[in-house]
């Protein structure tokens, strides 16, 4: 039984072939394919949930004290009061559109889960 010898990334003349294999789209294609393992994917699938899910709650906490905002000034300051109340409106429309993408992300994590299983 033969075992795997590791390669020596240190020598130049490996280096040499990797390098003239990767100058081609073909050669960088390949690579970047073999870079991503199936827990590189899931492990990135779940980052993006997290970073959708917290852009999500910080987008609804500025809907909300905008909100207030523009609640509290609506006597002293109407001026005011229209820019914090279309700022709110404006950061809703951005949770609406950051809700579906969440929801999709988490779509696409089921259906690749059930194929994977």
Do not use: W
């Not at 005011?80 to 279309?86: E, H, L």
């Amino acid at each position: 039984m033969t075992t795997a010898q590791t390669p020596d990334f240190d020598d130049p003349d490996l280096r040499e072939k990797i390098r003239e294999a990767l100058g081609s789209e073909a050669g960088q294609r390949r690579f970047d394919q073999f870079l991503r393992t199936p827990v590189d994917l899931r492990r990135n699938q779940e980052r993006l949930g997290r970073l959708l899910l917290g852009t999500l709650v910080l987008l609804v906490l500025m809907v909300i004290v905008l909100a207030i905002l523009a609640l509290c000034a609506v006597e002293t300051e109407p001026d005011a009061a229209d820019v914090y109340g279309t700022l709110a409106l404006v950061a809703s429309g951005g949770v609406v559109g950051v809700f579906v993408l969440l929801r999709m992300h988490r779509a696409r994590m089921r259906r690749g889960g059930r194929r994977s299983a």
